[in-house]
């Protein structure tokens, strides 16, 4: 008697941490700018200074670039091998950035008003000059997608030299600032709209009407977030990005929420009957009035 085999039904793996980590790596190259676009791309470690940057680190460094070796073509090499001129430092740095102009408060904005209405020639003796502000550099840098940084490499006396800039454009030494040249890449698009379209699929999600309208907000979310995560903090960008779809989700809900509210205070103002939801009013949403902030890559923990 011939019995039927049981076929196993496959895990389908939709996205991990490794191939995020990939695209977010390939999408942050695209706004940068380095001296070899084949080797000098791929970083070792982050530090946080070039004086970070000794036998410690290095050593670190090494391991770290044996066990990308390994796990991308299965061959083991001892990381005392590796030669420090192949090691690529990733520095976070400040200095290719320009300074962002001070915003002007709405005080300044309507004293200016008030000038080109009256068209103002305000002068050096004028009582009302010392009133009118002009605009002045902040201390703070111009906003960015991800934070800057620098790429440096040992020559053969162990001295740090520039191979790679982030949101530069042209070559290191006559290049110039850019920060809308790069995108995000095409696999990483599609990841942001997996995560959206699987998180709205949850049971506490996808008996509401308005379903369409919090995907969209999580997918504008991810796209002005997604490259701000941290590499040098955590591994883990599933957990930051499900933290920053859980926030717009709630948003959203929030939002309708306040409207239906209104909606059903001037009903019962007419004197018409509210909606189901405000009769119903014993049931609590588990959903309604749950917050949780993500801003940038280093304001969570995985």
């Given amino acids: 008697m011939s019995t039927t085999p049981v076929r196993t039904p496959t895990k389908t793996n939709y996205l991990n941490n490794r ?24 970083y070792d470690i982050i530090l946080p200074t070039v004086a970070k940057i000794n036998q410690r680190t290095i050593a670190e460094a090494r391991r770290n670039r044996a066990d990308r070796i390994r796990r991308e073509t299965g061959v083991e090499i001892d990381p ?7 090691l690529v430092f990733r520095v976070t740095c400040w200095e290719h950035i320009p300074m962002a102009p001070k915003k ?9 008003r008030i000038e080109d209405i009256f068209e103002l020639d305000v002068a050096e003796d004028d009582p009302l000059a010392e009133l ?12 960015l997608n991800f934070p800057p940084f620098y790429h440096y490499r040992l020559n053969t006396n162990k001295e740090p030299i520039l191979v790679g800039k982030s949101h530069w454009k042209g070559d290191l030494d006559h ?17 942001y709209m ?33 490259l701000q995560f941290d590499e040098s903090k955590s591994q883990n960008p599933f957990a930051y990005y499900t933290a920053a779809i ?18 059903d205070d001037m009903l019962e103002q007419a004197g ?22 993500i801003t940038s890559g280093e304001d969570y923990e995985a």
């Fill in 246 to 263: 859980t926030n717009s989700f709630t948003r959203i809900l929030n939002l309708e929420k306040k409207n239906q509210n209104i909606r």
């Fill in 132 to 143: 009118i502000d002009e605009p002045v550099l902040d201390e703070k840098h111009v906003r």
């Fill in 19 to 42: 191939d995020i980590l990939k695209q977010i790596h390939l999408s942050k190259n695209t706004y940068c700018s380095f001296r070899d676009p084949v080797t000098d791309h791929q």
């Fill in 175 to 191: 290049g110039e600032f850019c920060k809308d040249h790069g995108q995000a890449t095409r696999t990483l698009a599609t990841m």
């Fill in 104 to 112: 002007v408060s709405k005080t300044a904005a309507k004293k200016k």
């Fill in 272 to 293: 018409l009957n509210p909606s189901w939801t405000r009769q119903n009013a014993g049931k609590k949403d588990p959903n309604f009035g749950a917050t949780v902030t």
């Fill in 194 to 226: 997996k995560l959206c379209e699987r998180y709205a699929t949850r049971s506490n999600w996808r008996g509401y009407t308005y379903n369409e309208e919090m995907r969209g907000q999580a997918l504008l979310q991810l796209s002005q977030i997604g």
């Fill in 80 to 86: 005392k091998r590796i030669p420090n001129t192949d």
